[in-house]
Antibody
Framework: EVQLVESGGGLVQPGGSLRLSCAAS????????MSWVRQAPGKGLEWVAN????????WYVDSVKGRFTISRDNADNSLFLQMKSLRVEDTAVYYC???????????WGQGTLVTVSS | DIVMTQSPDSLAVSLGERATINCKSS????????????LAWYQQKPGQPPKLLIY???MRGSGVPDRFSGSGSGTDFTLTISSLQAEDVAVYYC?????????FGQGTKVEIK
């Protein structure tokens, strides 16, 4: 059974940093692109970042470029999102997702809440 | 960026009746080389993460009931729930994976009338 379990969310002040983790199990993690998708409270879904299987290619939504870094550890079946210079508008539930063979987000974790507030 | 626009924003349907949600993309998401539409639908129930319902515009995801179907091509797509069940109350999102940034529609809330 595919499982994605996020951790690392919490309350942080504007300008602060946070590192999210996602523990993957139940599938060959190193064989898949992975992604982070976020959802602000009461709002819709927003794609944040993608990372290739070997970690050497990644993509970001414009609003987080230069502030967020996606990475992975295939030996440990883990995905990460390093977030710096956090803004109030980054407040959201952050979901770890697996990207299916076509590009769709085929499995989602339960999410971890990041709150940026003074 | 490809903008995804769903309609309506919400709808109320009686149990057992048909529910139809539309999704329009600002550019075609049909990839000519493989003749596939890079369009997915997700269901998000209250307090839960989204779940993949449909990919390639019309292929049902793993374990998805056959009352859910997707259709359309190019820029216009439809998600149909043929006979609404109580457990289908949710927000539904379309999403394109034709280009980066990946973009979602704003969501359509489905309720019981």
């Amino acid at each position: 059974e595919v499982q994605l379990v996020e951790s690392g969310g919490g309350l942080v002040q504007p300008g602060g940093s946070l590192r999210l983790s996602c523990a993957a199990s139940g599938f060959g993690f190193s064989g898949y692109w992975m992604s982070w998708v976020r959802q602000a409270p009461g709002k819709g879904l927003e794609w944040v970042a993608n990372i290739r299987q070997d970690g050497r290619e990644n993509w970001y939504v414009d609003s987080v470029k230069g502030r967020f870094t996606i990475s992975r550890d295939n030996a440990d079946n883990s995905l990460f999102l390093q977030m710096k210079s956090l803004r109030v508008e980054d407040t959201a539930v952050y979901y770890c997702t697996r990207i299916g063979t076509g590009g769709e987000f085929d499995y989602w974790g339960q999410g971890t809440l990041v709150t940026v507030s003074s | 960026d490809i903008v995804m626009t769903q309609s309506p924003d919400s709808l109320a349907v009686s149990l057992g009746e048909r529910a139809t949600i539309n999704c329009k993309s600002s550019r075609s998401v049909l990839y000519n080389s493989d003749n596939k539409n890079y369009l997915a639908w997700y269901q998000q129930k209250p307090g839960q993460p989204p779940k993949l319902l449909i990919y390639w515009a019309s292929m049902r995801g793993s374990g998805v009931p056959d009352r859910f179907s997707g259709s359309g091509s190019g820029t216009d797509f439809t998600l149909t729930i043929s006979s609404l069940q109580a457990e289908d109350v949710a927000v539904y999102y379309c999403q394109q994976y034709y280009s980066t940034p990946r973009t979602f529609g704003q969501g359509t809330k489905v309720e019981i009338k």
